[in-house]
């Protein structure tokens, strides 16, 4: 938010320095002073900051690897495209948000008989943001929450990870309330790679389970295109 008092003293308070400072050392020190001040409040003055922002983006994600049990060989998750929203909240400074963030893919696990996957991520974190001017802002921030993996087969289980993220990018505003993100990021979910997932729920089906985790983590990455618009 402007402060109009605040551009109005400090020049007048610079004009004094200059009319009163001598040509010596401390004259000059005093009135450069005054020139700084007076410079980073008016920076400060354009800069517009909102208390809440809904960015809905579109991104690619890619990433992501299980293997058979039958043959232990790899079944990657195809990289596609995935959609979601960001939600951010000012936290104690401007330069601080708390953030909610979802996003879904829908894609394919390749190898053997191909199985439809749903990827969810519903996550909670904060970002930490370094202006540098009023035109891009540079943010880092860390989510942690929930992966949810939907298979599209009748009879086998959906399964809920614990799953946290770590991502970066650049906001650019283009009116106070309109802007532009750009964000990259991985996400890290939790698994156990002795266990075997996406199993029949009916007793009696004994067909096992599809796929096994490749590790003790599933990794993928992102990139998205948001639009910002904030109040």
Known sequence: MRNPSLAAVIPQACREVRKFATTGVSGLAALLSCIAVTTSAQAAEQVHTNTFEITPFVGFMSGGSFEDPTNNTDRDVDDDSNFGIFLNLVADVPERHYELLYTQQSSVVD??????????????????GYPQNRYVTPYFGVTVGAARFTPDVSGLDDETKISFSVG??????????????LDVRGFITLLEDDSQIFCVSDPANTSGCAIKPKSDTFVQYTGSLGFIVGF
């Open 168 to 181: 970066g990018g650049m906001k650019f505003p283009i009116t106070d309330h309109f802007g532009i993100r």
């Open 111 to 128: 190898g053997g008989v191909p199985l439809d996957l749903d990827l969810q991520y519903l996550q909670i974190g904060g970002t930490v």
